[in-house]
């Protein structure tokens, strides 16, 4: 896995070679809901690598995704699943980070900023929707029949030169057949709340870099998963997960990432406990 790991790192590390100079729209915090959009006409890549520690067990993805600026407020996503390491019968968390899923689901995503009101230079309230559909690459998943899902977003927040916050809310559910001895993953709603801050000696353009700080806390709430018509009752609950994360942006690049730790767990049935989330996620505008 390591080995992996370093490849993509090594291929990501080439492709920031190939960038120039960039707007910076279209990327916030790594885990939470955020609002910014790509610009008119504008592309990216994020090369994203992602993990989970349940128990004593890990897992690892890499998760390519590219994004388009349709206009400035309208952005179209793609993301697509290379699990590096997933134990056997592991149970994975439906998501990682909100902008792209932990289970091996193909996503598109629209996101439509349809709110922004401008308070002085460089300062705005603003408000995204986003829509996604996921198609899974698994026929079946921890038991179950898989089927093609459906997710929905809303966040907003306030953007300045110093200081983020962003508050946001997510349901997601998968269509399943209709019957009483259909199989169906147990619907998911998820909200998060960011803070950030820029230091002021990082409020310079570029050829200067460019950090800001998270605080990102992220909770979901799942229903209990239906295996052959019969709700599993070692399933559902509600996890709120809260961690640092820093987002650095350099020319035409930058690098996002950080860890979530667990701080509340109100489970149904015994199952291991989720330790830790990590990700990082580097970025090309282009």
Not at 43 to 48: E, F, G, Q, T, Y
């Amino acid at each position: 896995m390591k080995r992996q790991v370093r490849r993509w790192i090594v291929i990501a590390g080439g492709l920031s070679a190939l960038s120039g100079s960039a707007s910076f729209q279209g990327h916030g915090p790594v885990f939470g809901l955020s609002t910014p959009t790509l610009r008119d006409g504008g592309w990216s890549l994020d090369a994203a690598f992602m993990g989970q520690r349940i128990g004593e067990r890990e897992m690892a993805m890499f998760r390519p995704m590219l994004s388009y600026g349709v206009t400035e407020n309208v952005q179209l996503s793609a993301s697509l699943p290379i699990p590096l390491y997933t134990p056997q019968g592991m149970m994975m968390s439906p998501r990682v980070a909100t902008r792209m899923p932990a289970t091996p689901d193909i996503e598109l995503t629209l996101g439509y900023r349809f709110h922004r009101s401008d308070l002085g230079i460089g300062s705005r309230f603003e408000s995204t929707a986003y829509v996604a559909t996921a198609y899974p690459t698994d026929a079946t998943r921890h038991g179950l029949v898989t089927s093609p899902g459906l997710s929905g977003s809303l966040v907003t927040g306030y953007v300045s030169r110093s200081l983020y916050a962003w508050a946001g809310g997510m349901y997601r559910r998968y269509m399943s057949p209709v019957g009483a001895t259909a199989d169906h993953a147990g619907d998911l709603a998820m909200y998060s709340l960011v803070l950030g801050y820029r230091p002021p000696v990082f409020q310079r353009d570029y050829p200067h870099a460019d950090w800001r700080m998270f605080v990102e806390a992220v909770g979901e709430v799942s229903a209990r998963d239906v295996a052959a018509g019969v709700e599993r009752p070692a399933s559902g609950g509600h996890e709120l997960f809260v961690g640092p994360t820093l987002l650095g942006l350099y020319g035409g690049w930058g690098v996002s990432g950080g860890p979530l730790f667990p701080v509340y767990r109100q489970v149904n049935g015994e199952r291991p406990r989720q330790k830790l989330r990590f990700a990082l996620d580097i970025i090309f505008w282009f």
